[in-house]
């Protein structure tokens, strides 16, 4: 059950290191679509997961989880489910445990470093409502949730914005610049990013990176320090 917070913790390294590597191309016997599919997977599970100890005594970052629940919280089918779960764990995002009637999924580390991803303000009765305006048809659905989860992993805590120019999102993320603005335009009309603001430097000349306002920015921060610029 996703536990509606204001956001949820995220690993930094390990998602970066895995957004280049889901391509929108089969994978033996899983189509195209898992690696979108999988990416929402992920999202779901990172707002079920909590920190446990195990029987060795380690502690580590668990997300029990159904697969009803899975197919209600992303909108999709219980076979694309099963093969966005087995692209997310080829990825090495979640490593599987437990019976077929009992699976829990650990999120791999590290831990230490992290950011916040906005979980409130895109959740509602238990389904993370952008997610059931994607298709999982169009590479572009998969270029959009890459760039979601970059702009997520890349932001300063200090601001309620992600400052990002086409060619550092291409190289981090793989998604060819020609691409980008139409994965903008999916973020947008599906609710996942809510503003986007473009600046020209009056002291460069030239025109800014792009300042990202993921929804739900506003609840990244304590209620009496929420930037002025939160959109």
């Known amino acids: 059950m ?3 917070m204001p956001w949820h913790r995220a690993p930094s390294e390990p998602v970066r290191d895995a957004l280049p590597l889901l391509l929108w191309a089969p994978d033996g016997e899983l189509a ?16 079920q997961a909590r920190t446990e100890t195990q029987e060795d005594g380690t502690t580590a970052v ?12 992303t909108g999709r089918p219980r076979a694309m489910v099963a093969d966005g779960l087995k692209r997310l764990q080829r990825t090495g995002l979640v ?3 437990g019976s077929a009637q009992r699976r829990s999924y650990v999120l791999t ?4 470093k992290w950011f916040k991803l906005p979980c409130r303000a895109i959740v509602k009765d238990g389904v993370i409502q952008p997610f059931t305006t994607f298709s999982l048809r169009s590479k572009h659905e998969l270029h959009a949730l890459k760039l979601y989860l970059y702009l997520a992993a890349v932001r300063s805590n200090a601001v309620a914005y992600t400052m990002a120019a086409y060619e550092t999102i291409h190289a981090r993320t793989g998604i060819p610049e020609r691409d980008i603005r ?33 929804t739900g920015n506003g609840d990244l921060f304590p209620r009496e320090t929420v930037p002025a610029a939160a959109a």
């Open 95 to 97: 490593t599987p445990q």
């Open 182 to 214: 139409r994965a903008i335009s999916l973020l947008i009309s599906s609710g996942l990013l809510i503003n986007i603001d473009r600046e020209f430097s009056r002291t460069l000349k030239v025109n800014e990176a792009n300042k990202y306002y993921l």
């Open 62 to 73: 668990i997300a029990h989880a159904t697969y009803d629940e899975l197919e209600v919280a």
């Open 2 to 4: 996703i536990r509606a």
């Open 32 to 47: 195209a679509a898992t690696s979108a599919a999988a990416l929402m997977l992920y999202v779901a599970l990172l707002f």
């Open 109 to 112: 580390g590290p831990h230490e």
